[in-house]
């Protein structure tokens, strides 16, 4: 083979290999470039997943923080209207043992009184302390009453004002008792007037 040609076929096979290699190696960059594309995308996606896995994981955990906390305190209001109930039921047989053994009692002088004016004994004032006496009775139990059926009606709503509800069943309660104690002291003075009618007849 002549020095011309040999020197153009091996130029020409350089030529040929070469071109071969770069289209080799240049198949094997995009071949590459191509699988790392799919591995961002499948990274990209991963990361995705996390971070919305993360933010479910987060809204999730503070959901339960959040329905843990009301079912406490809807817990702590049953548990306080319980009390509430409790304490009602306390107030009505309280109410009611006053109001039986006064009104007792007021039935035992109205008997004597009768008796006595009968005799020609005038018992006109102990008469008319007694009515007083019996009709701040009645009246005392008719609030009594109301007062217990208010706080028996409480629920769920009214226990947001927790504090002012137990206040109020306090004051109310209170007024009550001193309106029983105020009957008591008006039967004592009927019985006081009683005995200085018996006196003032036997003079």
Same mark, same amino acid.
């Given at each position: 083979?002549?020095?011309?040609?040999?020197?153009?076929?091996?130029? $020409?096979?350089?030529? *040929?290999?070469?071109?071969?290699?770069?289209?080799?190696?240049?198949?094997?960059?995009?071949?590459? $470039?191509?699988?790392?594309?799919?591995?961002?995308?499948?990274?990209?996606?991963?990361?995705?997943?996390?971070?919305?896995?993360?933010?479910?994981?987060?809204?999730?955990?503070?959901?339960?923080?959040?329905?843990?906390?009301?079912? *406490?305190?809807?817990?702590?209001?049953?548990?306080?209207?319980?009390?509430?109930?409790?304490?009602?039921?306390?107030?009505?047989?309280?109410?009611?043992?006053?109001?039986?053994?006064?009104?007792?009692?007021?039935?035992?002088?109205?008997?004597?009184? =009768?008796?006595?004016?009968?005799?020609? *004994?005038?018992?006109?004032?102990?008469?008319?302390?007694?009515?007083?006496?019996?009709? $701040?009775?009645?009246? =005392?139990?008719?609030?009594?009453?109301?007062?217990?059926? $208010?706080?028996?009606?409480?629920?769920?709503?009214?226990?947001?004002?927790?504090?002012?509800?137990?206040?109020?069943?306090?004051?109310?309660?209170?007024?009550?008792?001193?309106?029983?104690?105020?009957?008591?002291?008006?039967?004592?003075?009927?019985?006081?007037?009683?005995?200085?009618?018996?006196?003032?007849?036997?003079?």
């Amino acid at each position: 083979m002549p020095p011309a040609k040999s020197l153009f076929f091996v130029l $020409l096979l350089s030529v *040929i290999f070469t071109s071969h290699a770069s289209a080799e190696v240049g198949n094997n960059l995009n071949s590459v $470039l191509n699988r790392v594309a799919k591995e961002d995308k499948v990274q990209n996606r991963e990361d995705g997943l996390l971070k919305n896995t993360s933010k479910d994981v987060e809204e999730k955990r503070f959901e339960n923080v959040a329905v843990e906390k009301e079912r *406490i305190q809807n817990k702590a209001q049953e548990t306080r209207i319980k009390l509430v109930q409790v304490h009602a039921e306390r107030l009505r047989k309280r109410f009611t043992f006053y109001y039986e053994r006064l009104q007792k009692l007021i039935d035992k002088l109205q008997n004597r009184i =009768t008796a006595m004016d009968e005799k020609g *004994i005038d018992v006109s004032v102990a008469q008319a302390k007694l009515n007083e006496a019996s009709a $701040l009775l009645e009246s =005392t139990k008719t609030e009594a009453d109301q007062a217990v059926v $208010l706080f028996k009606s409480i629920d769920t709503e009214d226990m947001k004002n927790t504090g002012d509800v137990g206040k109020q069943m306090v004051s109310t309660a209170e007024g009550i008792r001193e309106n029983y104690v105020e009957v008591v002291k008006l039967l004592h003075e009927v019985v006081s007037l009683l005995k200085n009618a018996v006196k003032t007849t036997e003079e």
